[in-house]
């Protein structure tokens, strides 16, 4: 029983993160796993199935807030599907070190995005620049792949920086987008054998949960303090994976 109690709590932590930065929660997943034992390329491939699932619920509920880009998902899943397909099969071939790493060093590189961005506070849709789009959408298929973390950690400061979209946007077209994107790598990993379905389902009921409460609040908080806390999530765990 207890079992149970502790992996919905792990879910339901994982979907609030997930909901709140329209990320997938794979940097959590993945490290978490590890460290109850299980083998990086299994732990990737998991990720992905659960990012599936948090992603799903927190989609939902941007959706209905009207925060989401639909032609920016169509163009950027264009790209990122198939270059998803690629990674997941990329990661055979990294040793386990690398592939750890690549993974921390990515992560703090993120944490520095968010600390830099974090001081701009743009609120309304201007202008977007749909050119560069299918940039975004190569670059978070092939991490979603290769890394297991859905592309989503890409997706918000890409979108927000690069694309030119408020951060309410960023997340919740992330999303939508990064459900498919996780769709595709998790089949490729399936096919692997590289995904532990027992884990997932474990995880589900408390990604489900969280996700859908961390995408409600979206709206609420104050999206500068979000993203300083969640860069500081993002250094910790870099460290943590590269020990």
Do not use: W
């Not at 790209?79 to 703090?108: C, E, H, N, Q, W």
């Not at 299918?134 to 890409?154: E, N, R």
């Not at 997340?171 to 498919?180: D, I, K």
């Amino acid at each position: 029983m207890l079992s149970y109690i502790f992996d919905f709590l792990i879910g339901l932590v994982i979907g609030v993160v997930s909901g709140l930065f329209g990320i997938g929660g794979g940097f959590l997943i993945v490290p978490t796993l590890t460290m109850l034992g299980e083998p990086i390329h299994l732990a990737i491939g998991t990720s992905l199935a659960c990012i599936t699932i948090s992603a799903f619920a927190s989609a939902y509920t941007h959706l209905r807030r009207g925060t989401v880009l639909f032609r920016v998902v169509l163009i950027k899943e264009t790209f990122s599907m198939p270059t998803a397909v690629l990674g997941a099969y990329l990661s055979t071939l990294l040793p386990d070190r690398i592939l750890k790493v690549v993974f921390a060093l990515l992560l703090l590189y993120l944490a520095y995005i968010m600390v830099r961005e974090g001081r701009k506070c743009v609120t309304e849709v201007k202008e977007v620049n749909y050119r560069r789009v299918p940039v975004v959408g190569i670059l978070a298929g092939l991490t979603s792949g290769l890394l297991g973390i859905s592309g989503g950690v890409l997706n918000v400061p890409l979108f927000h920086t690069y694309i030119g979209l408020p951060m309410r946007y960023a997340v919740g077209t992330s999303s939508l987008s990064l459900f498919f994107t996780a769709l595709a790598g998790t089949g490729a990993h399936y096919r692997l054998g590289q995904v532990d379905v027992y884990s997932a389902f474990l995880l589900a009921p408390g990604l489900i949960v969280g996700a859908r409460a961390g995408a409600m609040a979206v709206h609420r908080l104050n999206p500068v303090i979000l993203r300083r806390a969640f860069a500081v999530i993002l250094i910790l765990v870099a460290l943590k994976m590269m020990m």
